[in-house]
């Protein structure tokens, strides 16, 4: 075992180069933390788009040699499994895994104080190994070690379970027991602290402290928070207020105990006996991002006093590119691992290894559809995807809006078929009662169009669909997605979007050539229904069954153009140019 107590090797020096500086590509060591992060199919410690956000960066980071770690929650319960019924009602059963049949446990223990009594973490390590094979390990904090408290042992068991209490002292450990365990594992040199999303802004107070403990201060002066600022970047990802966390003083109060709160309150962050975990994490970071344009225009008026840069997600590309559109590109764009830009060179493959290779891909999804679910899709039949979390503001059920229009499309433009997925939230009952009303609008259509609900969508499922569909649905309220990536992994596998015009979409969406927009010029959801019915009947379904060649130049596009783009090697280099370029050793 080497000095970190892993029984992979340490990682070696990276290949961006020698110092930090927006002058060379080498960024400072960076730690990366986030509530939840994809690491792989078998580790259920993420539920969804801001996990697989988190381990495409860290995979990318492995990829380019980024002196980068990354540190998150065990979850011994995982989020949650999703059964549904006959008529899409959802029961959420608990996962069951073995962190030991994937992670190395390291001999550290790292202590937090929570309600006043000393909560020990021990810490397991999970590599990821990039393809040149630099190591970017990740650190999952395990609160179930047995000197403490059996409440104590439940607090890194579920992905956002239990009430406010339980999330506050998840939110501790991430933050102050985070950086705690990165010294005891010995990463004494890191220079950035990088905080996907809010859960983790505690760790701003952890490092107040220490800083103070080196003056002997009590309270931390105006140039004490500015010293913590050049070492914090924050990306906020949620539009709407009410999706940021926040806990009342009292309950901060019990769980940090009186002299810590009264440390946190005041660093300024705000004027109120409240705990934003937004706010906290921007008064503290140096550089704010959103992870769209747009979402940057959002988060600017809904944070006005903050500076809000926009920086656009990306995936991971070899990740979410099914395996014969991989084989595709490692004989035409072999270079195209290693720097995701010579995508672009997808321009001049040829169209009919285009189709073959998506074709391949979608009989893919098919059989593994049937098996899922007893349902035989037919691999001619244009083929719709929608698969997300299901809650209110994405929609899912507006397809379904007019059953007779939808009839009426199939006979004068041919048949289509619509294979959908995701989660909703076992406390979000508007999400639950949108997959019934799937469930009840399939049942409807039964003689006309097969709908499909595929259930546990996660990782597996995310590749396939992404992969092997014709077109990807997106119907979300308009700036209520900050990004989106499902349909980024789409357009690496050739698979063009219909989507209203809102995260990332914005910035892809070339009209005919990546894909088309549904348009409400006076912003009403009817206009909206009427502009997807009529792409779909006049221009999208023509294309795919009149002219082949044609659909497939589209798809062709969305590969070049934004498979190219929409990635996280092009987004991580933004990140070390713009972001970590503004911090230094401490």
Request: some cysteine; hydrophobic content about 40%.
């Amino acid at each position: 075992m080497d000095e970190m107590g892993s029984r992979t090797k340490v990682a070696e020096p990276g290949v961006m180069g020698t110092s930090p500086g927006r002058g060379s590509l080498r960024p400072p060591k960076v730690a990366y933390f986030s509530m939840e992060v994809a690491l792989s199919e078998s580790i259920p410690t993420f539920s969804g788009g801001l996990g697989v956000l988190a381990g495409d960066t860290l995979r990318s980071a492995a990829d380019l040699g980024v002196p980068m770690v990354g540190v998150t929650l065990l979850y011994r319960k995982g989020y949650f499994q999703q059964e549904l019924d006959a008529r899409g009602v959802q029961i959420e059963h608990a996962v069951s895994w073995a962190p030991e049949d994937y992670l190395d446990l390291l001999d550290p223990i790292a202590t937090v104080t929570i309600e006043g009594r000393p909560v020990n973490l021990r810490c397991w390590r999970y590599d990821i190994v990039g393809v040149g094979g630099h190591i970017v390990p990740v650190y999952l904090l395990d609160a179930s070690v047995k000197t403490n408290s059996e409440f104590d042992q439940t607090l890194t068991d579920h992905l956002y379970g239990g009430d406010e209490h339980y999330r506050l002292c998840q939110e501790l450990i991430l933050g102050v027991g985070g950086v705690e365990m990165l010294s005891k594992i010995g990463h004494h040199d890191i220079e950035t602290y990088h905080m996907n999303e809010g859960h983790s802004a505690l760790l701003a107070l952890r490092l107040v402290e220490r800083r103070l403990a080196k003056q002997d201060n009590r309270f931390p002066s105006s140039e004490d928070i500015a010293e913590i600022r050049r070492h914090c970047v924050f990306t906020t990802h949620t539009p709407v207020p009410a999706g940021h966390d926040e806990f009342s003083g009292n309950l901060v109060r019990q769980v940090l105990g009186l002299n810590r709160s009264t440390l946190l309150f005041s660093t300024g962050f705000t004027g109120h006996d409240r705990l934003n975990m937004t706010h906290l994490a921007l008064h503290h970071s140096n550089y704010v991002n959103g992870v769209a344009m747009k979402h940057g225009e959002v988060s600017r008026l809904m944070f006005p006093n903050y500076r809000v840069k926009a920086l656009t997600n990306g995936v991971h590309a070899a990740t979410w590119t099914a395996s014969s559109v991989q084989e595709l590109y490692d004989r035409e764009i072999p270079e195209w691992r290693h720097d995701n830009v010579y995508l672009r060179y997808a321009i001049n493959i040829e169209l009919s290894e285009i189709r073959r290779a998506h074709q391949e891909a979608k009989i893919k999804l098919l059989q593994a559809v049937e098996a899922e679910t007893g349902e035989r899709l037919d691999p001619q039949v244009f083929t719709i995807g929608f698969a997300r979390r299901a809650t209110g503001y994405k929609r899912a059920p507006m397809f379904m809006s007019d059953p007779a229009r939808i009839r009426e499309i199939v006979e004068r433009s041919g048949a289509l078929q619509v294979i959908y997925g995701g989660k909703a939230h076992p406390r979000d009952d508007g999400g639950k009662a949108n997959i019934r009303k799937i469930f009840e609008a399939a049942g409807k259509l039964r003689d006309a169009v097969k709908i499909v609900y595929i259930p546990n969508y996660e990782w597996r499922w995310g590749r396939l669909i992404t992969g092997g569909v014709d077109l990807w649905l997106n119907t979300p309220i308009k700036t209520r997605e900050a990004s989106g990536t499902s349909g980024m992994k789409c357009a690496l596998n050739g698979v063009p979007s219909l989507s209203t015009l809102d995260g990332w979409w914005i910035e892809g969406h070339v009209e005919g050539l990546t894909g088309w927009s549904i348009d409400d010029d006076n912003g009403s959801e009817a206009e909206e229904i009427a502009s997807m019915y009529d792409k779909l009947e006049k221009v999208i379904l023509p294309l795919y069954y009149k002219d082949p060649d044609g659909y497939a130049t589209v798809m062709r596009s969305s590969m070049a153009l934004n498979g190219s783009f929409f990635n996280t090697q092009r987004m991580l280099l933004q990140y070390i140019f713009n972001a970590y370029a503004t911090t230094a050793r401490v």
